[in-house]
């Protein structure tokens, strides 16, 4: 059953890539979402890759993920009547996000002005790359320059090796996120003064804020996070995050201190117990040694660390993830295996939490499995999701249920291009 969380709430979804989470998010809410297209399809219906590698906007995997629970109809923003259709929807509407280029919507009359005369209610969001005021608002987007400009890309990568990109595009996914944020914030206000607002989301703010601890250390530490790869830590205090094992990875901090201490004493005697180690390591006091990942080490702890982490990586190479995850947990070790997508669809604890959910697909004759809901709630609890729609599923529903057009006046429109 869909959620009662926004049940009779409406949200126009004009976004691409930049903010298909947006109104997803909305979806799964129980808001109702209409995502107006042009009637070739959104941008986001061919971005691969494809299921079953079927290039084609209904197995496009972008689409059929974020789209699912929306309802699409077309729309030709050039035409005349395709902006009256989209503006006539924005008049019996609570929400509406958009990621076009910035005064695009305000030259063609579906800006925020021109729509909050109909609908003062209206809350309206625009993602934006760089906001709109500022030397840098008219710049291009694409997902590399987006980490880049935040400031997030200069720490991705190998010591001593230039930054590299990304490696799943997902700048547009924190933009939508924040939209989502944000208009949820203005509807409570409005609760109470009957007005909408509108909202500008900065994607390179959004990645401004991803580098989370990185922004206090010159002021904690008097220095800056680098590129480290596997490794965590400033260069004076440089340890290894990610070890190998038998079937592929597994994280662990070594550390002391009161935090640390006792589960770097934990792994180094289950090492002793199989045959690894040093006497040095068994016998030194960890709870005791305060070097932190971010405070100086002395040449001694750089040649203690450097072979105690030697020993470790020869001694997860004899298990397997799961074998070493059941010991650290037994043994309150601070460690974690690295999980691929194919151990994330068989965790123990996703399945226990009943996550995952079966959505049919008719559309490509199967049933796929998704996602489940981010959040548990008791009283009003997240529903589940339904299909992606294809292009412009929804658009003779749509226009004749809330627009009232007839069936004739709707031949006309597709005649002409306008939907």
């Given at each position: 059953?869909?959620?009662?969380?926004?049940?009779?709430?409406?949200?126009?979804d004009l976004t691409d890539e930049k903010g298909a989470?947006?109104?997803?998010?909305?979806?799964?809410?129980?808001?109702?979402?209409?995502?107006?297209?042009?009637?070739?399809?959104?941008?986001?219906?061919?971005?691969?890759?494809?299921?079953?590698?079927?290039?084609?906007?209904?197995?496009?995997?972008?689409?059929?993920?974020?789209?699912?629970?929306?309802?699409?109809?077309?729309?030709?923003?050039?035409?005349?009547?395709?902006?009256?259709?989209?503006?006539?929807?924005?008049?019996?509407?609570?929400?509406?996000?958009?990621?076009?280029?910035?005064?695009?919507?305000?030259?063609?009359?579906?800006?925020?002005?021109?729509?909050?005369?109909?609908?003062?209610?209206?809350?309206?969001?625009?993602?934006?790359?760089?906001?709109?005021?500022?030397?840098?608002?008219?710049?291009?987007?694409?997902?590399?320059?987006?980490?880049?400009?935040?400031?997030?890309?200069?720490?991705?990568?190998?010591?001593?090796?230039?930054?590299?990109?990304?490696?799943?595009?997902?700048?547009?996914?924190?933009?939508?996120?924040?939209?989502?944020?944000?208009?949820?914030?203005?509807?409570?206000?409005?609760?109470?003064?009957?007005?909408?607002?509108?909202?500008?989301?900065?994607?390179?703010?959004?990645?401004?804020?991803?580098?989370?601890?990185?922004?206090?250390?010159?002021?904690?530490?008097?220095?800056?996070?680098?590129?480290?790869?596997?490794?965590?830590?400033?260069?004076?205090?440089?340890?290894?995050?990610?070890?190998?094992?038998?079937?592929?990875?597994?994280?662990?901090?070594?550390?002391?201190?009161?935090?640390?201490?006792?589960?770097?004493?934990?792994?180094?005697?289950?090492?002793?117990?199989?045959?690894?180690?040093?006497d040095w390591m068994r016998t030194k006091d960890w709870?005791?040694?305060?070097?932190?990942?971010?405070?100086?080490?002395?040449?001694?702890d750089h040649k203690e660390i450097d072979d105690l982490?030697?020993?470790?990586?020869?001694?997860?190479?004899?298990?397997?993830?799961?074998?070493?995850?059941?010991?650290?947990?037994?043994?309150?070790?601070?460690?974690?295996?690295?999980?691929?997508?194919?151990?994330?669809?068989?965790?123990?604890?996703?399945?226990?939490?009943?996550?995952?959910?079966?959505?049919?697909?008719?559309?490509?004759?199967?049933?796929?499995?998704?996602?489940?809901?981010?959040?548990?709630?008791?009283?009003?609890?997240?529903?589940?999701?339904?299909?992606?729609?294809?292009?412009?599923?929804?658009?003779?529903?749509?226009?004749?249920?809330?627009?009232?057009?007839?069936?004739?006046?709707?031949?006309?429109?597709?005649?002409?291009?306008?939907?």
């Amino acid at each position: 059953m869909p959620s009662e969380l926004l049940k009779g709430l409406r949200l126009l979804d004009l976004t691409d890539e930049k903010g298909a989470l947006c109104g997803k998010m909305f979806a799964d809410l129980g808001a109702e979402v209409i995502k107006v297209e042009p009637p070739g399809g959104c941008s986001t219906r061919r971005i691969p890759p494809y299921l079953e590698d079927k290039v084609g906007p209904d197995h496009c995997l972008y689409s059929i993920a974020y789209h699912a629970g929306k309802k699409s109809v077309t729309a030709n923003l050039d035409t005349a009547d395709g902006r009256a259709l989209v503006a006539d929807l924005a008049a019996k509407s609570d929400f509406f996000v958009e990621s076009h280029p910035l005064g695009y919507l305000d030259s063609i009359g579906l800006g925020y002005d021109a729509l909050a005369k109909k609908n003062p209610r209206l809350i309206y969001a625009s993602i934006t790359p760089f906001g709109d005021s500022g030397p840098g608002k008219y710049y291009a987007w694409a997902d590399i320059i987006t980490w880049a400009a935040g400031g997030m890309m200069y720490l991705m990568g190998e010591e001593g090796k230039p930054p590299i990109q990304m490696s799943l595009p997902q700048a547009g996914l924190h933009a939508g996120g924040e939209a989502a944020i944000a208009m949820m914030l203005a509807h409570y206000p409005r609760q109470i003064d009957g007005l909408g607002q509108r909202i500008v989301v900065n994607m390179q703010a959004c990645i401004v804020w991803t580098l989370m601890n990185e922004q206090a250390m010159p002021f904690l530490h008097g220095n800056h996070l680098s590129r480290t790869g596997i490794f965590v830590g400033s260069a004076d205090a440089r340890r290894k995050m990610v070890y190998e094992c038998k079937d592929g990875h597994i994280s662990i901090l070594i550390a002391g201190g009161t935090t640390f201490g006792n589960s770097t004493k934990a792994l180094i005697e289950w090492m002793r117990e199989n045959g690894f180690g040093s006497d040095w390591m068994r016998t030194k006091d960890w709870v005791s040694w305060v070097p932190g990942v971010f405070m100086k080490m002395t040449d001694q702890d750089h040649k203690e660390i450097d072979d105690l982490e030697t020993t470790i990586q020869r001694f997860l190479m004899t298990m397997t993830k799961h074998e070493i995850y059941t010991q650290g947990l037994k043994r309150r070790i601070f460690l974690a295996p690295v999980a691929n997508v194919a151990d994330v669809a068989s965790d123990d604890q996703l399945k226990a939490r009943d996550f995952w959910t079966q959505v049919p697909h008719n559309t490509i004759g199967r049933t796929l499995t998704f996602p489940g809901p981010f959040a548990k709630l008791s009283a009003t609890p997240i529903g589940s999701t339904t299909r992606a729609p294809r292009i412009g599923e929804h658009t003779d529903e749509i226009y004749r249920a809330i627009l009232g057009l007839t069936p004739d006046r709707l031949n006309k429109l597709r005649a002409a291009g306008s939907i």
